[in-house]
């Protein structure tokens, strides 16, 4: 016998007579509801993030996505990977997804009118086809908003050691850095895309100046190992007939080493710098104090655990950190090169 008030499909269980209404004024309804990301825009920005991720861990895009929600933004990802830990485990498992399944994904948001973003970020890309398909996403993107941010990471190394495909350099020295608004690299990268070898503050100075030569108004060498010392060099051309304003800031080490950090200090600086568009200086105060609390954090907590920091790489507390990344102490201060 049927009950009154259910709903019955071929061959299913029962549903009760909600589901029924809500199933038919789903199907009969022509137009989807607005996405108010678009109707009503936060006053920060919709950002669109294709980087890594991890089921398990804080890198790539579970590292950076969180952070800048944090500081008022729309997100989307689109993951480049899909691990189920990051590669410094003694194993791994997961998905690559490939140059034609990123594109399938922007053609569906875009037969949506889905396509709108003020800002793209992007960080771990593992081959070249891929990369080509982020450049046409790039211009996909600027045709439907002319004024898109485009910060990218441009992750292929650190500390001298490559690692992503050698061919993967000269498609971000001659091709990415150009369409850029922001660049991001540490030391080893900024040589990469250079040619500079970086040995002193005015050779990372003058790998800033030889990138906005090529493209981006804003650089940020994120790390810069200096006679033992940390530093961060920052440099902003806001005219082309005028020369950068450039900064750097001294960072303390913590005697470990940490994932996702890099992908992490991008989001922030992304985040900081649109919020302080013509003060990169403040922004970077502002994401290095949000960093550096965390790493501390981080550290402090593992040695609670008991756990010998210098052993492995360690998991970066995130969400233990989120007032350092809403409302950070801007302990460390940039000073400017005059």
């Known amino acids: 016998m049927i009950k009154a008030n259910t709903f019955y499909l071929p061959g299913s269980e029962p549903f009760p007579n909600f589901f029924s209404c809500r199933l038919r004024s789903f199907r009969i309804s022509a137009m989807a509801p607005p996405v108010l990301a678009l109707?009503?825009?936060s006053e920060t920005g919709r950002v669109l993030s294709i980087q890594s991720h991890t089921v398990q861990g804080y890198v790539g895009?579970?590292?950076?996505?969180?952070?800048?929600?944090?500081?008022?933004?729309?997100?989307?990802?689109?993951?480049?990977?899909?691990?189920?830990?990051?590669?410094?485990?003694?194993?791994?498992?997961?998905?690559?997804?490939?140059?034609?399944q990123l594109w399938d994904l922007i053609e569906g948001l875009e037969a949506n009118d889905l396509l709108y973003y003020t800002h793209l970020l992007t960080g771990y890309i593992g081959s070249v086809s891929f990369l080509n398909t982020v450049l046409k996403v790039v211009d996909k993107l600027r045709a439907i908003n002319p004024g898109l941010t485009y910060v990218c990471?441009?992750?292929?190394?650190?500390?001298?050691?490559?690692?992503?495909?050698?061919?993967?350099?000269?498609?971000?020295?001659?091709?990415?850095?150009?369409?850029?608004?922001?660049?991001?690299?540490n030391?080893?990268?900024?040589?990469?895309?250079?040619?500079?070898?970086?040995?002193?503050?005015?050779?990372g100075r003058e790998a800033c100046n030889r990138l906005h030569a090529a493209g981006p108004p804003k650089v940020v060498i994120t790390s810069m190992n200096m006679n033992g010392n940390l530093i961060l060099i920052g440099s902003h051309r806001k005219e082309k007939a005028l020369p950068p304003e450039q900064f750097k800031?001294?960072?303390?080490?913590?005697?470990?080493?940490?994932?996702?950090?890099g992908d992490l200090m991008t989001a922030l600086l992304l985040g900081w710098s649109n919020r302080y568009p013509d003060n990169l200086e403040k922004a970077a105060e502002l994401a290095?104090?949000?960093?550096?609390?965390?790493?501390?954090?981080?550290?402090?907590?593992y040695r609670r655990a008991g756990y010998d920091c210098q052993s492995s790489s360690l998991e970066i507390r995130l969400i233990q950190s989120?007032?350092?990344?809403?409302?950070?102490?801007?302990?460390?201060k940039a000073e400017r090169y005059s």
């Open 322 to 332: 989120q007032d350092d990344i809403r409302n950070p102490e801007a302990k460390y």
């Open 153 to 185: 990471d441009p992750v292929m190394g650190d500390e001298g050691k490559l690692y992503v495909p050698q061919e993967l350099v000269s498609v971000y020295r001659e091709k990415v850095v150009p369409v850029a608004s922001m660049l991001t690299p």
């Open 249 to 261: 800031i001294a960072i303390p080490k913590i005697p470990a080493y940490f994932t996702g950090t």
């Open 61 to 100: 895009n579970k590292s950076a996505v969180f952070a800048l929600q944090l500081l008022g933004y729309d997100v989307d990802p689109i993951n480049s990977v899909q691990f189920s830990n990051h590669t410094g485990y003694p194993t791994f498992k997961g998905q690559v997804l490939n140059g034609d």
């Open 39 to 41: 109707a009503l825009p």
């Open 288 to 301: 290095v104090s949000s960093l550096q609390a965390l790493l501390v954090r981080t550290l402090n907590d």
């Open 187 to 203: 030391q080893f990268e900024a040589e990469l895309l250079t040619g500079i070898r970086i040995v002193s503050e005015q050779d």
